[in-house]
């Protein structure tokens, strides 16, 4: 039986897609198993408590979606241990901050055997204040104090590793390289919008020199940030093709 992993953000009352997407994992029959965010929350107030920074807030050595990537990888064991699940068909999705975590977690670890990205930004882009990898809790951090949470300006300059990989020209499809050639496809809302196909392509190249196709796709169904029934249930659609 194949499993799903998936990680949201809270989810607030009126956010009724994100508990229809459980909703149709469960009556699939698939066991799931939800990230708990509280655990690795990415707010500044919940640091001093949050597994994101090794050895330590104070003194970190790796950067926090790293450390994402690690957690999910825990939980990929969790799963895998269960009798009625078979480990080469467990999948990963995720939302917004989610998004980025399952993003990161998939290519780095490739016992995810699919996985989707729903709108966490999947490269570099300053423009976009939700594409936000400069912030400490992503791939900018240093020792607090920290920089006022937002878009980089002058007066509000990013930190850490963030722009040096900027510097050297660096903008995440490198990274999604590396999930060549297990699936994945990208949940396209206002962050992740039809133009990240000009990334999204250099993947399509990796996979056709390993002599594969069809293994990157990308929705654009929705124009908001939030998934919708359709974008829910063309994920859902990925996984059931991709892992049954």
Same mark, same amino acid.
């Given at each position: 039986m194949s499993a799903h992993l998936y990680g949201l953000p809270k989810t607030p009352p009126d956010w009724g897609c994100r508990s229809l997407l459980r909703l149709q994992i469960g009556k699939s029959g698939l066991p799931a198993n939800r990230l708990l965010p509280s655990a690795f929350s990415p707010r500044p107030a919940n640091a001093p408590t949050s597994g994101l920074y090794y %050895?330590? #807030? =104070?003194?970190?050595?790796?950067? %926090?979606?790293?450390m994402l990537g690690y957690a999910a990888a825990n939980a990929w064991f969790v799963l895998s241990n269960f009798k009625e699940v078979n480990e080469s068909r467990i999948g990963i999705m995720g939302l917004s901050f989610g998004g980025k975590w399952a993003m990161f977690a998939s290519c780095l670890f490739d016992k995810f055997a699919a996985a989707v990205w729903s709108d966490g930004g999947i490269v570099f882009d300053e423009k976009r204040e939700n594409v936000n990898y400069w912030e400490p809790w992503y791939l900018g951090y240093y020792p607090q104090p920290w920089r006022t949470r937002g878009l980089i300006t002058p007066d509000n300059p990013a930190g850490g590793v963030y722009p040096r990989l900027v510097r050297e020209g660096y903008d995440l499809h490198e990274l999604h390289a590396l999930m060549a050639p297990r699936p994945? #496809?990208?949940?396209?809302?206002?962050?992740?919008?039809?133009?990240?196909?000009? %990334?999204? $392509? =250099?993947?399509?190249?990796? $996979?056709?020199?390993?002599?594969f196709n069809n293994r990157v796709g990308m929705t654009n169904d929705r124009a908001e940030h939030l998934p919708t029934t359709l974008s829910n249930e063309r994920a859902y659609l990925f996984f059931d093709y991709f892992l049954k």
């Open positions: %050895p330590s #807030l =104070h003194n970190a050595t790796v950067q %926090p979606l790293s994945f #496809l990208v949940s396209g809302g206002s962050e992740d919008t039809k133009e990240r196909w000009v %990334p999204l $392509n =250099h993947s399509v190249a990796v $996979n056709r020199m390993l002599g």
